[in-house]
């Protein structure tokens, strides 16, 4: 993955910091920031999540744009899908990477959104 030439960083950090806006609208404004600088343009997704209890992860808040209307409404139910030890070392604990490096080939083989979505990576 490249940045791309119309990328700009600073705009995803200032979007960051912009805490006055209404929740769906402060992480929509990170999400554009951050599709700016990926380029890729196979859509992006973001979301807040709760994970306390990793035997009950939710996903609250989530936006995204430019993604397959499947892959979306499978994303918004996937806090579901996953299992409390892959939840507490991938959300918990935190990564960076891709969702098969995090959670292995057998995730990506048994779980039916990272069957769909392929791949995502994740910050």
């Known amino acids: 993955m490249t940045l ?3 990328a700009d960083p600073v705009a995803v ?3 960051a910091y ?3 806006r209404p929740l769906d609208a402060w992480l929509d404004g990170v999400l554009q ?3 700016t600088c990926l380029g890729e343009g196979l ?3 973001a979301v807040l999540y709760d994970v306390r209890d990793t035997t009950q ?3 609250e808040h989530m936006v995204h744009r430019d993604l ?3 892959h979306a409404e499978l994303l918004r139910n996937g806090a579901e899908t996953v299992d409390p030890e892959q939840a507490e070392k991938t959300f918990a604990l935190g990564s960076c990477g891709t969702l098969s490096e995090s959670l292995g080939a057998a995730f990506a083989e048994d779980n039916i959104v990272a069957r769909a979505v ?3 990576f994740g910050v």
Request: negative net charge; without cysteine.
């Open 68 to 70: 397959d209307p499947l």
């Open 4 to 6: 791309s030439l119309k």
């Open 118 to 120: 392929k791949d995502s």
């Open 33 to 35: 920031g951050l599709q």
């Open 57 to 59: 992860l939710k996903f």
């Open 13 to 15: 950090i200032e979007a």
């Open 43 to 45: 859509g992006v997704w």
């Open 18 to 20: 912009a805490l006055e």
